[in-house]
């Protein structure tokens, strides 16, 4: 069965520093999307990407990230210069939807990102 | 503004007990309701949402709109089914998920 993947798993990183997240999302999907979860906290949405752009973004997702979607596989979240509150598991999922409603989010493993 | 509340941090019984994990929701549309589930070490994946009306692993849940709730419930709880398990909201814009804070289900032999 296909799944969403990830890399790295881990990455850590120099405050100030510039990071890349990767993921490729499931082959036909259409609809993509950055989550992360700061530890002990929920699930929180960052960004979702349709057609070559952002669809939405949520208040954390400020001009320190951004997302693109280089080659039409890969999917990646840049973060420009790090600070210590972006550690975090980092999500990207991704939809195909059918019909009038949204199906079924597919989550990858995650990116756990530390911020030294 | 929408939101999803998961009140329980941790639910711990023991095995062939019933379970509930409590779910409530704020949303001024008509919500679309999911439950996720997090295995050790795993991804999270959909357990079951609300528009299907199905019974995954013995586990249902049934929206009650009156309550705002979305509550998962299982009559005989398994060692298997420790896991941290999520509620999320789909908001409609942009297909975004409003997920509530997770409750760990521990199920003890």
Redesign the interface.
Known sequence: EP??TQTPSHQVTQMGQEVILRCVPISNHL?F?W?RQILG?????LV?FYNNEI??K?EIFDDQFSVERPDGSNFTLKIRSTKLEDSAMY?C?S?R?EGV??N??F????TRLTVL | AQRVTQPEKLLSVFKGAPVELKCNYSYSGSP?LFW?VQYSR?????LL?H?SRESIKGFTADLNKGETSFHLKKPFAQEEDSAMY?CAL?Y???????????TELSVKP
């Open positions: 799944e969403v609809y999307y989550y906290q929920k699930v929180e949405f979702s669809s939405e949520s999500f999922a939809i939807p409603s949204y079924e989010q989550f990858g493993p995650g | 679309e996720y795993q991804r999270l994946q959909l949402r528009i999520y789909l409609n814009q942009g297909g975004k998920l409003i997920f509530g804070q997770g």
